[in-house]
């Protein structure tokens, strides 16, 4: 049976591994798969009779597409976690997440990581998309958080307890834990994530319970990840062998020094964070919320820069699903982000957001990297991202997305509509006072929005957690 190819010619080629970047040369693909790169790559290589696909990108960039590790398609764009987690049914929050996974990989993100979501939505997501019935990026997924009622996704008292439909799942005996990795791993997930504190000041589970789920999931087949936002979990996750770790907002020499020592990646995420913080009173979150949030991303930096510095494995991951990190915008923000909070090179940046993240799909040394023998999933940039990292953001500027060797084409019409989860129901963002009424009191003033959180990590208007507060408080959303 004749081959398929690809020849992309006379690009800059960015090789997603940090390297110079290549003027002048071509990429020929060979059934999925890149089969040589150079300044002499030409169509002679392709045998007469096989069908072959050329692309003219000269002045253009030809790259790894981009893997997002931290992405929700269970989320729906949501304002509230009521959103997330009670209002739209099952079948639904099904096929909105497929039709949102198209938005993803127009955006350049040919490959993702699901760390945790509603049922096993993800996994049915994953299976679609590889059997070619969902236009989407490469994808593994995790099942629902499992956390502690001291952890992160007990969002609702007690009295309420813990909906079917929640993006988490609680136990509070070791037993209860193992239990459910037994379940999630027989019903397909790629990997296990564990939801520590929401705000890093202490630790949700124990460091025994740690090591003993980590070695079960290994056992089984599986990789595991945890949500980590200060010292004390970071350290014990490494220690426990979790396979990476998720932001790491707060770490201290000697945890860093061990994270180098275990080789564990880290997935900083700090694009939920920053569009909060820079722009969250766009769209109405309030004042205490979006100071908070900037603050702790200022803190961030600290940990981050002496990480990277240290030499730590750093990945992109972008938290994207809620309404302020909506499908298929903002996930190349979180390159730019890695270079202001956490000191990388535009070439460090890329190869977080490409060959760094194979690992969360399996597909370490396969993908992620344009090189002779690796599974051609390319974008062609019409700008240089090593130059200026943000030209990435710019959906026009991604001119050719190319998954397994073959050019995508999409239904632009199609992926220019919104289809949010059903909306919780609210009646104002604010209360409405006397003095607001008779013009004594601006109804913009922060002291009008209840404020709080937990000591610890940072101060009460500072240690906020990015996701318990955007999607608990429904006044830090505007409603429709």
């Not at 169509?43 to 790894?64: C, F, N, W, Y």
């Not at 997330?84 to 039709?99: C, G, Q, V, W």
């Not at 009295?159 to 988490?168: A, K, R, T």
Request: glycine residues 10%; aromatic residues 4%.
């Amino acid at each position: 049976m004749p081959s398929t190819w690809l020849l992309i010619t006379n690009a800059t080629v960015v090789d997603g591994a940090a390297n110079p970047p290549q003027p002048r040369t071509s990429v020929l693909v060979k059934d999925g798969r890149i089969s040589a790169v150079g300044t002499q790559v030409s169509r002679e290589l392709v045998p007469r009779g096989d069908d072959l696909t050329e692309i003219d990108a000269t002045g253009k960039t030809v790259m790894p597409g981009l893997i997002d590790a931290h992405c929700h398609m269970t989320y729906g764009e949501s304002r509230t976690e009521e959103e997330i987690d009670l209002y739209t049914s099952p079948e639904l929050r099904t096929l909105k997440a497929a039709f949102h996974a198209q938005k993803v990989l127009r955006a350049g993100v040919t490959g993702i990581s699901q760390p945790g979501g509603s049922y096993y939505i993800g996994v049915g997501l994953r299976e679609a998309i590889k059997d070619g019935i969902v236009q989407g990026p490469r994808m593994t997924a995790a099942g629902r958080y499992l956390t502690t009622s001291n952890g992160l996704t007990d969002w609702f008292p007690d009295s309420v307890g813990v909906p079917e439909g929640s993006i988490g799942i609680v136990h509070n005996r070791l037993d209860d834990m193992i239990d459910e990795v037994r379940h999630q791993a027989k019903n397909g997930v790629d990997f296990i994530k564990l939801a520590d504190s929401p705000y890093g000041d202490y630790q949700a589970f124990t460091s025994d319970e740690m090591k003993v789920l980590a070695d079960l999931a290994h056992q089984l087949g599986k990789k595991m990840t945890i949500h980590a936002r200060g010292d004390a979990e970071v350290h014990a996750a490494a220690s426990a062998g979790m396979d990476w770790i998720m932001h790491g907002n707060i770490m201290s020499d000697e945890t860093i020094a061990h994270l180098v020592q275990t080789g564990t990646p880290l997935v900083p995420t700090l694009l939920l964070l920053s569009n909060v913080g820079d722009w969250g009173h766009l769209v109405g979150a309030p004042a205490p919320m979006r100071d908070g949030m900037k603050s702790m991303l200022d803190k961030s930096a600290d940990a981050l820069h002496r990480a990277h510095a240290a030499g730590v494995t750093m990945v992109l991951g972008t938290d994207s699903g809620f309404s302020v990190t909506p499908y298929g915008v903002w996930h190349a923000r979180e390159l730019e982000l890695l270079m202001t909070y956490a000191g990388l090179t535009a070439l460090e940046a890329i190869q977080a957001g490409t060959s760094n993240g194979a690992l969360m799909l399996g597909l370490d040394g396969q993908i992620g990297v344009v090189a002779p023998g690796m599974i051609a999933d390319l974008i062609v940039v019409d700008g240089d991202p090593v130059a200026d990292i943000t030209v990435l953001q710019r959906r026009a500027a991604i001119e050719t997305v190319i998954q397994d060797g073959k050019v995508v084409q999409f239904d632009e019409e199609m992926i220019a509509r919104s289809w949010p989860h059903d909306r919780g129901i609210g009646y104002s963002v604010g209360d409405l006072t006397y003095d607001v009424v008779h013009g004594h009191a601006d109804p913009d003033d922060p002291s009008l929005v209840t404020a709080g959180g937990p000591p610890g990590l940072a101060s009460r208007e500072e240690a906020r957690d990015v996701v318990a507060d955007l999607t608990r408080r429904e006044h830090a959303a505007r409603q429709e």
